[in-house]
C-alpha cells in the first residue's frame, strides 16, 4: 500500500533561517508522496501586482519545501501571478531545480496539464485548478482554471495513464467552513468522472471530509503553513490516505496547529480530539446532504462580507481612488447580494 500525505495552504512566510516544517518534517518524510498547495511566488524581484496581500518568497526557500519531504505541489491559485508572469516562471523554474514536480501551471519546461508519480508499483496522477473569477481573468493564460468540462476531458484521459488520479481544487470563500452546493456537486462529479481524491485548498480553515462512492473528497485542507489572520486559521491537518490497486483503503486526519511564527506543529492529548471532533461536526452536514443553497449563504455570508471588505479597504488605501469602481461593481454583484440576503436571515434567525 502506498502513503499519501496532504497538506493545505503554504506560502514559506517565516522568519529568515527558521525552517517552516521544522516541526512536522520527520513526519512528512514518512509519506510516499507528499503533496501540498503552494502559495508564493519564488522571486526576489519583479513588480507586484495591485492586490491586498502578495506572496513572495526567495528562491533558496524552495530547499525547506525539498527537505521536508514534498514531492509535488499545486500552484494553480489566486497568489500564482502575484509577480505576475515572470514570477510565476521563475517559480516554476526553482521548482523544477529542486526536483520538486508540480500541477496548475504550464510553462515551456512543462507543457503537460499533469503529472504522474509512481511508487511501490501503483501510479499516482495528478492535476491542479484554480476557481478564477473575472477579476483574475488573466490567469486563463497561465494557470489550469476550474471547468467542469475540461477536467472531465483531461481526467478521462489522465486515467489511461494511471492507477489513481488526484484532482487539486484552489476554491471557495475565504473563512467559510462549509463547501457550497456548487462544490459538494462538482467534487462528486470529479469522483463519478474518475477522480480518486478531490483536494480543496483557499478557505484558509478547514471543511468537512466526505467518503464520495469509491472517492474521498477533502473540501478544504486549511492553511498549513501560513501567516494566519484568525485565530481559526490556525487550526489544521495532515491528511494521511493509504492508497492501493483499487484506489483509497484508509485515511486518518493528524491535527497540526500553526505557531506563531507560521510554522505548523503537531498536537496531542486533548487539543486533538477537539479538533477531530470539530472536523466530525462540519463533516456532517455535508454527508447528510444538508448544504442547500439557502443554509449555506446564511452559514457563510458574514465570514464573506466581513473579509471582502477589510480587503476592499485595505486595496484603496494602498492603491487609491480607482479601485473604488471596482469595490463598488462588487458591492452590487448578484453574489454579494445574495450573501446580503443570506446574512439578514442568519441574524433574524439568530434572534427570533
Known sequence: MLELIVV????????????PFEGVARYLRAGDIVFGNLEAALCDEGAEVEKEIVLRAGPGMAAYLRQAGFTILNVANNHALDIGPAGLSHTLVTLREHNIRFVGASSRLSARQHEIVERHGLTVGFLGYYEAGRAYSLYHDFVNCIDIDTILRQLQSLRQECSVALVSLHWGIEYAHYPSPAQIELAHALIEGGATLVLGHHPLV????EQYKSGLIA??????????????????????????????EQYKLVPVRIDEENRPRMVCGEAK???????????????????????????TSGAY???????????????????VVQFLGWLASRFTIKCYLGFLRSRVRLHG
Not at 478547514?206 to 471530509?209: E, P, S
Not at 480530539?273 to 446564511?298: H, I, K, Y
Open 8 to 19: 493545505g495552504d503554504i506560502s514559506l512566510a517565516c522568519r529568515e533561517g527558521c525552517d
Open 206 to 209: 478547514v471543511q468537512g471530509i
Open 219 to 248: 473540501y478544504s485542507l486549511g492553511s498549513f503553513q501560513f501567516k494566519p489572520k484568525r485565530e481559526e486559521a490556525r487550526r489544521s491537518f495532515i491528511l494521511r490516505v493509504g492508497i492501493g490497486a483499487r484506489g483509497v
Open 273 to 299: 480530539r477537539e479538533m477531530l471532533r470539530f472536523v466530525e461536526q462540519l463533516s456532517d452536514p455535508v454527508r447528510q446532504g444538508r448544504v442547500t443553497e439557502r443554509w449555506w449563504f446564511e452559514q
Open 305 to 323: 462580507l466581513h473579509r471582502n471588505l477589510e480587503a476592499w479597504i485595505v486595496r484603496i488605501r494602498k492603491y487609491g481612488l480607482r479601485h
